[in-house]
Each structure stands twice: as structure tokens, then as C-alpha cells.
């Protein structure tokens, strides 16, 4: 874990570290890192992994239509927006 | 009439023979709430509206089964209409336009929101020390943390301000706070209680769960808010029994497992006194006891920080700006708007975990990491099912001591992370699991984990209930047991 590793997972993450923060976060993503790697021990061929500890799959439902719309309430709350859309900063010059 | 430390069925036991009203039990919590002021237990508080469904139940007699209780309710839940921050900054203006399906459930039961109560941050932390909103106090002591993640429901319960509280639990937050602050909490079998609603940390081990004084209390408000839901798709559709059922039949022959990997003599001797002397208890109450193994077990936290940061760096990619919560001010385009508002809404816990996730997803990385972490998850997994052939329920410490002081953990994150060495595995399996206080260490209370089987609450809360009826470690308060 170097200081180039941690700028491309923190830009992966839309995550900008300052200087000082980023020496600091650096130093702990290393020692986590070496601390979860005792998982190395662990025998695991032909494990199959767990992802959820219920493994079902989900249930289907009737295809039919449940859900309000209530648009007017979600752009109201919004940081920005006009009587339809969300806004943000121009994306196409 | 004094309401404080009062248990739910003492409460709904005074409003139903009319010692009290609606009305006056809510002010008497906000004057309870503005007394203790200094513990930083709630972020935001529901008074008004509290106020109108009391006066509405004054008026018009409920024979809802938790009718009139004030309950506290922890700031990850959505709560239509009601500011809910999870701790962060990122949602200081949040205003969500819906309940969270748990909450509607305890509402619907009658019960009253009066605030929502602080946590660390999106739930990530074991000492309320990420929260935007400021450390919680441990009502035990100065500069205590009350631990966490549900730290300010813990202290507004062991604070006798309110009977209940709700809780979640990703890795022992519902937990490990109880034990903390001497209250009782259950940690329901994964999939119990709707998700919906609740902000999302890591989506395959969180589930929320009741924090309450005692175990009884815990299954009252477990009977309302366990529900299937169409909305959240690991919701279980299997039957919700009544959980206070047979909760004082004798538990005799129960057989309890000790785990022969957790290593005990690594803790403090009070702590282990305090442990031995419960193990005296349950034999007295007839139960034996029979060593088993987990031999996986002390992968339990590696395992949990690769999965629950995997999951969160997920979850956590829809806060950016766009549809709600906090914006940064002026970005100059897109991806600074997503970048600056990430980089200033969240703290430093937060940011932390969000890497190492994206760490051990990235490409090349995944299997070493993810995979490998989830390999050793089914593992474990395994081990409590071989376990389970043989044992009722697995007993152990919550915590490995007391409430700590505020900043003695000093800078290193992993020394907090093993705070949850013995509650961890229980969500990584998804099993239920409850702490209820079982002595004290220094003045301080300290809490007993049990680990039950997949669906079987029943069986935890009737082992807790029993053991409350022989102890009194669950009705010590802290301004009693000072002044003494």
C-alpha cells in the first residue's frame, strides 16, 4: 500500500485526502491491509463462498405496479432542482 | 410520579390504571431528555408531534400493545418527515419522506418517537466517537463512552429516560453498547426485521434489533417490530412466534456451549470473575454446560473488515450530491460536485472504510481479499452449524471489559475494531444474539453474550428473562448505584 495505490482507490471512491490526511490514512489502510491478511491461512479450496447468510434467492412477485410517484416531494428535497429534474453542473459544454 | 428507569410493562401498567396519562408520560420524558442533557444521547427530537399522539391517545382509549410508550429511536432509521442524519454530516439537512418499515411497525403498535438518538457515523464505530454529532456520554461516568454503534439508544435506556429503544447491529452495535451501559439488547437472526428504511452499512450483515432494560422488554418490542416485507427482499417469510411466550418456563437441561478458541485469560480478571460467576448461575438454573469449537472463529474480525467495508463502499456510492443530503458549494463540474461533497461530507472512519472496500474489490485484488473473506465466512458459518448439533445456545462475554475511557484507544483503528472480537461472528453467520448485564467491573457494568441458532429468539430471550428473574445486575441504575 503506497501512497500512488491510495490516490487511485481514493479517486475510485470520489474521495479527494489532503496532504496531512493522506499520510495518516495511508499508514492505517496499511496496517488494516496487514491485519486482514491473516485470511491467508485459512484453507479454502473448494469453499464456496458465502455472500449472505440466508442464500436464497429472491422471491418474485406480480408484476404489477405498487410504487407511488412522488416526484414532487423527492425534487423538493433535493439540493437542486427545476419542476423536473435533479440538477447539476453542465456536463456537455 | 416518577417514570425514569421504569420498565415498558411498569409504564403500560401506570397508564392503564390511570396513574398517569398519555400526555403527562411524554412531557415527563422531555423533561427527562432536557435533564440529561450532557449525555448527547439524541440528535434530534420529535416533541411536538410526540405531544399530538399523546394528547390523540388521551382522547381516544388504544388497545394498541405498546400504546403510549415512548421509545428513542436510533438516527439511521428513515423517519418520515423527521430529520435522520446517521450521524453524518453528509445528511445534516435529511428530511426523509417516508418511515422506515420498523418504525411504522412500533408506531403502528402504539409506541411514540420522541427523538432520534445519536450514533458514530453511518453506524461505524464501537464508541459513538465518529459521530458528527458529538460523543455520547456513558451515564456510568465522565468522559465514559457508552460504546456503539448505537450508542445514544444504549445511554437514553441506561439513563432510565426511556424504557426502549431501537438499535442496529452490523458487527455488535446493539451489542456492545447494552453491555457498556448495562442494559439488555437483542441482535435478531439476519433477515428478521425489514430492512427497509434503514441506511444501509453492510446490506448482509446489518439487522436492527430492541434495546431495551430487560430481556422481556426486548421480546415485547420484538414482537412488533419483526415483519415480512415485499420491500426488502432478504426480509424472511417465516412465522413470527410471540416471543414473550414460556419466557419464564424453567430453562433445566438447556445445554449452553462455551467456546474453547475464545481465549479468556487474555482479560482483565474482574472480567473473567464476572463470566465464571454467571456460568455458576445458569448451572444453579439447571442448565450444563459443554465445551465446543469453532475453529475458525478468531477469523472472525479479518473477515468482517473485508466484507462490511466491501459492502459499504457500495452503499455508501449514492451519497454524491445529486438527489439528497448535503452539496458541496460551487463545483466547478460533475465530478468535482461528487468529489467535494464525498470529501467534506464524510469523516475520517467513514472515509477509511469506504478505501479499504474499494481496495478489495478492485480488480486484482478481489479474490485475494473478497473472495478469500467470504470463503472464510462460509466457514464460519459451518462451525456454528456443527456447534448447534450439540449445544442450545453459546454463551460468552459481550466485550472484552467495560466502558473505556473517551480517546484511550488512541489512533490505531484496529484496536477499536477488536472490540467486537465476540460479537462479531454472529452476524457473519447471521445468528440471533443478545447481551444482558451480568455484573460489574470497577463500578461499571458489563454485559453476557448469548449466540442462539438461526430463528430461535424464543430460546435467547428465555435463558436472558430467567437469569434476570434470579439476578438484579439488570436493575442497577446509575444515579442509584452512585449515590450508594
Known amino acids: 500500500m503506497d501512497k500512488k495505490t491510495v490516490s487511485t ?25 496487514k491485519f486482514v491478511n491473516q485470511l491467508e491461512d485459512a484453507n479454502t479450496q473448494n469453499i464456496e463462498p458465502l455472500a449472505s447468510p440466508l442464500e436464497k434467492t429472491a422471491k418474485t412477485r406480480e408484476d404489477k405496479v405498487t410504487a407511488q410517484n412522488r416526484k414532487d416531494i423527492f425534487l423538493e428535497r433535493s439540493p437542486k432542482s427545476n419542476d423536473d429534474y435533479f440538477l447539476v453542473p453542465r456536463v456537455v459544454e | ?119 458514530d457515523e453511518f453506524a461505524m464505530g464501537s464508541s459513538n466517537e465518529t459521530s458528527f454529532y458529538g460523543n455520547v456520554q456513558n451515564p456510568w461516568g465522565d468522559k465514559l463512552v457508552p460504546g456503539g454503534s448505537s450508542g445514544g439508544s444504549a445511554a437514553a435506556v441506561a439513563a432510565g429516560i426511556v424504557p426502549a429503544a431501537s438499535g442496529t447491529d452490523t458487527g455488535g452495535s446493539i451489542r456492545q453498547p447494552a453491555s457498556l451501559c448495562g442494559i439488555s439488547g437483542l441482535k435478531p437472526t439476519y433477515g428478521r426485521i425489514s430492512r427497509w428504511g434503514m441506511i444501509a452499512f453492510a446490506s448482509s450483515l446489518d439487522q436492527a434489533g430492541p434495546m431495551a432494560r430487560t430481556a422481556e422488554d426486548c421480546a415485547l418490542l420484538l414482537n412488533q417490530m419483526c415483519s415480512h416485507d415485499l420491500k426488502d427482499t432478504t426480509s424472511l417469510d417465516e412465522t413470527i412466534p410471540d416471543f414473550t411466550e414460556n419466557l419464564d418456563k424453567p430453562i433445566k437441561g438447556l445445554k449452553i456451549g462455551l467456546v474453547k478458541e475464545f481465549d479468556l485469560s487474555q482479560l482483565d480478571k474482574e472480567v473473567v470473575k464476572v463470566f465464571e460467576e454467571s456460568k455458576k448461575q445458569y448451572e444453579t438454573l439447571g442448565a450444563e454446560f459443554i465445551e465446543i469449537s469453532l475453529p475458525n472463529i478468531s477469523l472472525s474480525v479479518p473477515t468482517y473488515y473485508v466484507v462490511a467495508p466491501a459492502e459499504c463502499s457500495s452503499n455508501l456510492s449514492r451519497f454524491d450530491g445529486v438527489k439528497f ?16 461533497t464525498r470529501s467534506e461530507g464524510f469523516g475520517d472512519e467513514v472515509k477509511r472504510r469506504i478505501l479499504i472496500g474499494s481496495y478489495v474489490l478492485s480488480a486484482g485484488f478481489y479474490d485475494a481479499y473478497y473472495k478469500k473473506a467470504q470463503q472464510v465466512r462460509r466457514l464460519i458459518k459451518n462451525d456454528f452449524d456443527d456447534a448447534f448439533k450439540k449445544v442450545d445456545v453459546i454463551m460468552s462475554p459481550t466485550t472484552r471489559g467495560a466502558a473505556f475511557e473517551e480517546g484511550s484507544k488512541g489512533d490505531d483503528p484496529i484496536q477499536m475494531y477488536l472490540e467486537d472480537l465476540f460479537t462479531i461472528p454472529a452476524n457473519l453467520a447471521g445468528l440471533p444474539a443478545l447481551s444482558i448485564p451480568n455484573g460489574m467491573v470497577d463500578g461499571k457494568p458489563i454485559g453476557l453474550q448469548l449466540i442462539g441458532n438461526f ?30
Open chain 2, 1 to 119: 410520579m416518577s417514570i425514569q428507569y421504569k420498565t415498558i410493562n411498569e409504564l403500560s401498567q401506570m397508564l392503564k390504571s390511570r396513574d398517569i396519562s398519555n400526555k403527562e408520560l411524554i412531557q415527563e420524558t422531555f423533561n427527562l431528555i432536557d435533564a440529561n442533557l450532557h449525555l448527547n444521547a439524541f440528535i434530534t427530537l420529535n416533541k411536538d408531534a410526540s405531544l399530538l399522539k399523546a394528547e390523540e391517545l388521551d382522547k381516544n382509549l388504544s388497545l394498541q400493545p405498546l400504546s403510549g410508550i415512548p421509545i428513542a429511536q436510533k438516527d439511521l432509521f428513515c423517519t418520515k418527515d423527521l430529520r435522520t442524519t446517521c450521524g453524518s454530516n453528509m445528511l445534516s439537512n435529511f428530511i426523509p419522506p417516508y418511515s422506515a418499515t420498523v418504525i411504522e411497525n412500533l408506531e403502528n403498535a402504539g409506541c411514540v418517537s420522541v427523538g432520534k438518538t445519536n450514533m
Open chain 1, 9 to 33: 482507490i481514493a479517486y475510485l471512491s470520489r474521495l479527494s485526502l489532503d496532504e496531512e490526511n493522506g499520510e495518516k490514512i495511508t499508514k492505517d489502510l496499511e496496517n488494516i491491509i
Open chain 2, 325 to 340: 443530503g448535503k452539496r458541496c458549494d460551487d463545483p466547478k463540474d460533475l465530478e468535482e460536485l461528487y468529489i467535494k
Open chain 2, 455 to 484: 430463528l430461535e429468539e424464543n430460546k435467547l430471550l428465555r435463558a436472558a428473562h430467567n437469569f434476570q428473574l434470579s439476578t438484579d445486575w439488570h436493575k442497577k441504575t446509575p444515579k442509584r448505584d452512585i449515590q450508594s
